[in-house]
Nanobody, 124 residues
């Protein structure tokens, strides 16, 4: 499955952004079976887990630093997953990647398909 992430940009601290990730290619009957995740990589740092949502949308998990501020959601009919980011902080600045996994996981190695990334910059 091919993933295309979008929605990044420059925002002031305290602001909001919504990232989107749309799947294409041979997605029929497959997107809805995947866990979808968002990861991010800040300058000079390793890529880290941000959020994941299981195939049905009934289960979600977040890294502690974004709990209460970020919300992951999905629309299986539209092959899309979103990451709503509120109360953004300068430390949220990173390239954000969406990814697909056959497991409900926060571990990068469990994800087999990755989008190209979208840059989020939060100014102070």
């Amino acid at each position: 499955v091919q993933l295309q992430a979008s929605g990044g940009g420059l925002v002031q601290a305290g602001g909001s952004l919504r990232l989107s990730c749309t799947a294409s290619g041979r997605t029929f009957s497959t997107f809805s079976s995947y866990t979808m995740g968002w990861f991010r990589q800040a300058p000079g740092k390793e890529r880290e887990f941000v959020a994941a949502i299981n195939w049905s949308g009934g289960n979600t998990k977040y890294v502690d630093s974004v709990k209460g501020r970020f919300t992951i959601s999905r629309d299986n009919a539209g092959n899309t997953v979103w990451l709503r980011m509120n109360s953004l902080k300068p430390e949220d600045t990173a390239v954000y990647y969406c990814a697909a996994s056959g497991r409900y996981s926060a571990i990068q190695n469990d994800y087999h398909s990755w989008g190209q990334g979208t840059l989020v910059t939060v100014s102070s």
